[in-house]
């Protein structure tokens, strides 16, 4: 094992099953594994029949993986960083039916942030998260940990807290709590072009200080180069926003229509 990777093993198989059970999978499915480690997610979701991908860091672990599984259904392995092995694999294999894995603290947040960022976006994806990071995904408007990350998966997904895992549940036992998060995408097509691009930039220049108004973030954001000022000012104020407010009151909704607005009024 290696500390310096964050590598905190799921040992209780009460859990794994609970989160095989919200992936649904069957044989007709590509899903895609984040860190399978030792493989004890891997098994049971190659049981399923499905075609796998496996995305693991560790090299001790990849040769583990081709010992024990191989010829135990359809999976591909792929060594090294999966934020920076992912985009290569998107570009030449199918959309997943599902991602799912147990992602570290430092890289989770990232991983799914490119993924949202770049469409790239499967029906549904099962993490096991920190709590923390489950929380900012599911903060209600207004709340303290409501935040830029929030309103990025709100763009696409419906974001669900299935469960916590008690650290006794993993070897070794981390210093956290950790949750199993649930992401479904929604039936309506979040918004697209330009439209999208204005979305993840508003989100983006909103939050940039949390403690600014919305008319100071914008005036110091990039946004102002593409599109009138003043015009964006009104946008938000015609849906009932003043300049006045900061970000963490402004809803997923309001955000989506305002970026319609502003793409909009320009043309």
């Known amino acids: 094992m290696n500390k310096q990777l964050g590598q905190n093993f799921l040992i209780s198989p009460h859990v794994r099953r609970s989160i095989l059970d919200e992936l649904e999978l069957d044989s007709s499915m590509q899903v895609w594994e984040i860190g399978p480690g030792i493989g004890a997610m891997t098994h049971g979701a190659l049981k399923s029949g499905a075609s796998m991908v496996l995305f693991e860091l560790d090299y001790g672990f990849c040769s583990l993986l081709r010992d024990l599984y191989p010829e135990e259904g359809a999976y591909e392995l792929v060594e090294g ?31 799914i942030a490119r993924l949202i960022e770049h469409q790239f976006l499967p029906q549904r994806m099962v993490y096991t998260l920190q709590r923390e990071v489950a929380q900012r995904l599911t903060a209600e408007t207004g709340n303290r940990k409501y935040s830029s990350f929030t309103l990025l998966c709100a763009l696409d997904y419906q974001v669900t807290i299935c469960s916590h895992i008690a650290a006794e549940h993993f070897y070794p036992a981390p210093e956290v ?10 039936h309506t097509p979040g918004l697209t072009g330009e439209e999208r691009r204005v979305y993840l930039a508003l989100v983006r220049e909103l939050f940039a200080s949390r403690r600014k108004t919305l008319r100071n973030n914008l005036k110091q954001g990039s946004l102002k180069h593409s599109y009138d000022f003043q015009q964006m000012l009104q946008v938000f104020s015609s849906l009932g926003i003043p300049e006045s407010r900061r970000a963490e009151t402004i809803t997923p909704d309001e955000m989506m229509k305002a970026a319609g607005g502003i793409v909009q009024t320009s043309g």
């Not at 599902?98 to 990232?110: D, E, K, T």
Request: glycine content about 4%.
């Open 81 to 111: 960083d999966v934020l920076k092995t992912w985009k290569r694999a998107a570009d030449r294999l199918p959309m997943p039916d599902r991602i799912f894995g147990n992602l570290p603290y430092n890289a989770g947040s990232v991983f």
């Open 177 to 186: 709590v950790s949750s199993i998060v649930r992401f479904d995408k929604k």
